[in-house]
């Protein structure tokens, strides 16, 4: 807990203008080793003899250790995460009606890609002290049209693969067998359940090396991992026409300089997630005696990644109080906060046509109350490997500053 007088000293500091953003545009950092590997690789496709390539060996390279890292059999590598989920998707081969329980509290790609493939939303409810997938909930949505679980590693903690694993096997699907669980790794690389990585349990995961993310490879960029062979080869197929399936297939490819720099990139990961993880848990200790946040909570089997540093507001606060403590957060000490995320079917639609959202018109009649909730009590506090202990103090000054404001009112 940082003290009334220590508070207003630290807060004496000019603010950071423009605001900081609750989910900052980098997510690690490069160093001049990636800075060579984008020299070179890009010196040596100058020759027009060998140009940029296709799957160069650069890329092999790349998903060869990002398999390693993770521990799984294959990595495919990847333009994005939102093109992963898609493949994801036409992996399960959906036929119309089939369904897919995913949370509500999400990022809007996992449904989009359910949607795109034919298939039906079916939003299932989270746990308000980790943010993950609900197993009972999840398990009370299953129905016979029921073909996978659709878990979100939500703000880079893992969500409860084991449990869930276990619901997909107890309840098959009657045509296609155990359900299949398939994990949207975006926003937590490098985490860790149990003895394994995020990316080895569920069929596959799917990573993304956007800019904002924990690892990046020049601003765009993801992989799939999974240790099923023939899953694998389809994979391959989708991300380069067809590959050796004779399946249908477009191209999904990153280039060998994201390749090469992703390399240095993995090798790192740990590096930078230490460095994450330190600030955050001297964030936890500052924060500890604010009675009315919940801070982000670290099961003890679980490595979080602290993709978001995310907390909630008391229920009492929920909406509109919520809202004006971020406000004055930014206005008045330049820490731009971000609710990430509120249920998914919310702020789809274009803010000038209400009424187009597919996300909520797909799944009208489906009922999250726990999510609602939760979207009108979470917000996000920034937080960057390279964020000075000052910096980190300075937040959490004026977070405590903004809480007592609320609480005088
Ligand atoms: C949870 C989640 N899933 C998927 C995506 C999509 O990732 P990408 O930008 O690599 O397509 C994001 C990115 O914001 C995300 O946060």
């Known amino acids: 807990?940082?003290?009334?007088?220590?508070?207003?000293?630290?807060?004496?500091?000019?603010?950071?203008?423009?605001?900081?953003?609750?989910?900052?545009?980098?997510?690690?950092?490069?160093?001049?080793?990636?800075?060579?590997?984008?020299?070179?690789?890009?010196?040596?496709?100058?020759?027009?003899?060998?140009?940029?390539?296709?799957?160069?060996?650069?890329?092999?390279?790349?998903?060869?250790?990002?398999?390693?890292?993770?521990?799984?059999?294959?990595?495919?590598?990847?333009?994005?995460?939102?093109?992963?989920?898609?493949?994801?998707?036409?992996?399960?081969?959906?036929?119309?009606?089939?369904?897919?329980?995913?949370?509500?509290?999400?990022?809007?790609?996992?449904?989009?890609?359910?949607?795109?493939?034919g298939g039906q939303v079916v939003w299932c409810e989270v746990d308000p002290r980790t943010l993950q997938a609900d197993p009972s909930d999840v398990e009370s949505r299953i129905t016979p049209r029921t073909r996978a679980i659709y878990p979100v590693h939500m703000n880079g903690l893992s969500a409860p693969m084991d449990d869930l694993l276990d619901i997909a096997d107890r309840n098959p699907h009657p045509v296609h067998g155990p359900l299949k669980v398939i994990g949207d790794a975006a926003r937590a690389c490098g985490g860790k359940y149990r003895d394994t990585r995020i990316g080895k349990k569920g069929w596959m995961t799917v990573f993304s090396f956007h800019t904002q993310k924990l690892m990046t490879t020049l601003g765009e960029g993801g992989a799939v991992t999974t240790d099923d062979p023939e899953l694998a080869r389809r994979l391959r197929g989708f991300r380069q026409f067809g590959g050796e399936t004779g399946e249908w297939g477009t191209n999904y490819k990153i280039t060998k300089v994201q390749a090469a720099v992703g390399l240095v990139q993995v090798r790192r990961l740990d590096e930078m997630l230490a460095k994450r993880r330190r600030i955050a848990h001297k964030r936890t200790e500052m924060l500890a005696e604010v009675p009315e946040l919940t801070l982000p909570y670290e099961p003890p089997d679980c490595m979080h990644t602290y993709y978001l540093y995310t907390c909630l507001v008391p229920k009492e606060w929920a909406g509109e109080k919520r809202d004006r403590m971020m406000q004055i957060l930014e206005d008045e000490y330049g820490v731009g906060c971000v609710v990430a995320n509120p249920p998914v079917y919310e702020g789809h639609g274009p803010a000038d046509r209400p009424d187009r959202n597919i996300l909520r018109d797909s799944t009208a009649g489906q009922t999250l109350p726990i999510s609602d909730e939760l979207g009108m009590r979470l917000f996000c506090v920034p937080i960057q490997p390279l964020m000075t202990d000052e910096l980190n103090e300075y937040i959490c000054a004026a977070v405590i500053e903004a809480v007592e404001r609320m609480k005088a009112e």
């Open 1 to 117: 807990m940082i003290e009334t007088e220590a508070r207003k000293e630290i807060l004496s500091a000019e603010k950071p203008d423009p605001p900081l953003r609750g989910e900052p545009y980098l997510g690690g950092y490069y160093t001049e080793e990636e800075i060579d590997a984008v020299v070179r690789t890009m010196r040596e496709s100058m020759d027009w003899h060998v140009g940029f390539g296709f799957m160069t060996q650069e890329i092999l390279d790349f998903e060869e250790a990002f398999a390693e890292f993770c521990g799984t059999e294959f990595a495919i590598s990847i333009n994005g995460a939102g093109t992963g989920l898609d493949m994801a998707m036409m992996a399960l081969d959906l036929e119309p009606g089939d369904e897919v329980i995913v949370p509500a509290i999400n990022f809007k790609a996992a449904p989009l890609s359910i949607v795109g493939q």
